[in-house]
Nanobody, 123 residues
Framework: QVQVVESGGGLVQPGGSLRLSCTAT????????AGWYRQAPGKQRERVAE???????DYGAFVEGRFTISRDDAKNTVYLQMNNLKPEDTAVYSC?????????????????WGQGTQVTVSS
């Protein structure tokens, strides 16, 4: 089995920083690509950042150079470094992962969502 769990959220003041982690555990062979998404109450889900299997990255327009997505393949972990946070960044941040996992038959490719971690930017 595989589980994807985010961590690192919390309460920060405007202008502060947080680093979110997204870790895949269980029968994971490797992560192909991953994305960070966020959703605030009453608002639609937004794409924050993604890193693909070829290493390329993309960011939502609202990121404005403030965030960086990275990965540690040895730990099956994807990070989102967030700097200069703004109140409008307040949301639940969720990780979506494309990965290869072992099975009783060999291996398979699957997509997983984490449960989300709350980020609150407020004074």
């Amino acid at each position: 089995q595989v589980q994807v769990v985010e961590s690192g959220g919390g309460l920060v003041q405007p202008g502060g920083s947080l680093r979110l982690s997204c870790t895949a555990t269980g029968s994971v062979r490797l992560i192909y690509g991953a994305g960070w998404y966020r959703q605030a109450p009453g608002k639609q889900r937004e794409r924050v950042a993604e890193v693909r299997s070829d290493g390329t990255t993309d960011y939502g327009a609202f990121v404005e150079g403030r965030f960086t997505i990275s990965r540690d393949d040895a730990k099956n972990t994807v990070y989102l470094q967030m700097n200069n946070l703004k109140p409008e960044d307040t949301a639940v941040y969720s990780c979506n992962v494309d990965l290869s996992q072992t099975t009783s038959w060999g291996w398979a490719s699957r997509n997983y969502w984490g449960q989300g971690t709350q980020v609150t930017v407020s004074s």
